[in-house]
């Protein structure tokens, strides 16, 4: 494999995809629960690293038709992501501003991922 084969890491919205998940990660690290409630936890790791992670498989795919399934994929997760993080706000897990930043660069990623699938579109 060469560096050309890996181009989507020159992606920024995979990059910023990289960022949400770091941000998540340390939030579900840094949670005030007594940690009996694992498999949420490790749901919303999951669900945050999907999103960079559906972006690089779709753009592997050499595909623009599936490419944007992965996308679709990939905003699904990040959506899931928020969802996630909602509810350890409201359990009291993390704090409003964590909630907020999530909620933030949640958005702007969706809007990226949105404006990526229009212009595959518009190229099909």
Same mark, same amino acid.
């Given at each position: 494999?060469?560096?050309?084969?890996?181009?989507?890491?020159?992606?920024?919205? &995979?990059?910023?995809?990289?960022?949400?998940?770091?941000?998540?990660?340390?939030?579900?690290?840094?949670?005030?629960?007594?940690?009996?409630?694992?498999?949420? $936890?490790?749901?919303?790791?999951?669900?945050?690293?999907?999103?960079?992670?559906?972006?690089?498989?779709?753009?592997?795919?050499?595909?623009?038709?599936?490419?944007?399934?992965?996308?679709?994929?990939?905003?699904?997760?990040?959506?899931?992501?928020?969802?996630?993080?909602?509810?350890?706000?409201?359990?009291? &897990?993390?704090?409003?501003?964590?909630?907020?930043?999530?909620?933030?660069?949640? $958005?702007? $990623?969706?809007?990226?991922?949105?404006?990526?699938?229009?212009?595959?579109?518009?190229?099909?």
């Amino acid at each position: 494999m060469n560096a050309k084969e890996l181009n989507f890491k020159e992606l920024t919205i &995979w990059q910023k995809a990289i960022d949400f998940a770091e941000m998540v990660i340390t939030a579900v690290e840094d949670n005030t629960s007594d940690r009996k409630h694992y498999r949420l $936890l490790e749901q919303a790791e999951s669900a945050a690293t999907s999103v960079s992670s559906n972006i690089a498989e779709g753009k592997g795919r050499y595909s623009k038709k599936e490419f944007i399934q992965f996308l679709y994929i990939a905003r699904g997760s990040l959506y899931e992501t928020i969802s996630i993080m909602t509810i350890f706000y409201q359990k009291g &897990w993390i704090n409003k501003e964590v909630l907020d930043n999530v909620e933030s660069e949640g $958005l702007a $990623l969706a809007k990226m991922i949105n404006a990526l699938i229009k212009s595959i579109k518009e190229k099909i």
